[in-house]
T-cell receptor, first 116, second 113 residues
Framework: EADIYQTPRYLVIGTGKKITLECSQT?????MYWYQQDPGMELHLIHY???????EKGDLSSESTVSRIRTEHFPLTLESARPSHTSQYLC???????????????FGPGTRLTVL | GENVEQHPSTLSVQEGDSAVIKCTYS??????FPWYKQELGKRPQLIID?????GEKKDQRIAVTLNKTAKHFSLHITETQPEDSAVYFC????????????FGKGTMLLVSP
């Protein structure tokens, strides 16, 4: 079944650790996104990608980095985690509108990160 | 860039009442306006969307209206049910291949039985 997968779902780590949040999609979508969201709060776009080898920074300044080596994979890395990074991270994907596709974004289940 | 304002931030209604959530946007080039519903602990999901060539769209108990002149759009939920309780986000986009969605801050809707 076409879907977006995120691992891990929950992560508790200590300050200073390097972490990578995984996101994979089997939707066949070109565009992928990372959002940061505190519970019940607004969605902040932190990174996005138009396709392979494309990465862009979003509206919210973030100390994380992303890569897009494969169409279906869009991992997010924090080189040195801090308590201020504690949040939920949502991955999403959408079709490329230029191919007549829709703008609808499909979201993954999220990774809840706690940095102690 | 685009700026989307959403009101109210919280809305409490009795079951069976109607609920209205309003959004305004700043970029007159925006032409795609989706609404997402996020239930507690779950991912946001699209519930309805509208494009600028349409003034109103309806899907069962939910409807969206768009006023391009005033740059605002609204979500209307009729005959609310407890399962409508969730956070609702509006968004706007210019709909090109290089565009992204700009989301409002969300409205927490609570429907009491």
């Amino acid at each position: 079944e076409a879907d977006i997968y995120q691992t891990p779902r929950y992560l508790v780590i200590g300050t200073g650790k390097k972490i990578t949040l995984e996101c994979s999609q089997t939707m066949g979508h070109d565009k992928m996104y990372w959002y940061q969201q505190d519970p019940g709060m607004e969605l902040h776009l932190i990174h996005y990608s138009y396709g392979v080898n494309s990465t862009e920074k979003g509206d919210l300044s973030s100390e994380s980095t992303v890569s897009r080596i494969r169409t279906e994979h869009f991992p997010l890395t924090l080189e040195s985690a801090r308590p201020s990074h504690t949040s939920q991270y949502l991955c999403a994907s959408s079709e490329w509108e230029g191919r007549g596709g829709h703008n609808e974004q499909f979201f993954g289940p999220g990774t809840r990160l706690t940095v102690l | 860039g685009e700026n989307v304002e959403q009101h109210p931030s919280t809305l409490s209604v009795q079951e069976g009442d109607s609920a209205v959530i309003k959004c305004t946007y700043s970029d007159s080039a925006s032409n795609y306006f989706p609404w997402y519903k996020q239930e507690l602990g779950k991912r946001p999901q699209l519930i309805i969307d509208i494009r600028s060539n349409v003034g109103e769209k309806k899907d069962q108990r939910i409807a969206v209206t768009l006023n391009k002149t005033a740059k605002h759009f609204s979500l209307h939920i009729t005959e609310t049910q407890p399962e409508d309780s969730a956070v609702y986000f509006c968004a706007a986009s210019i709909g090109s291949g290089y565009s992204t969605l700009t989301f409002g801050k969300g409205t927490m809707l609570l429907v009491s039985p």
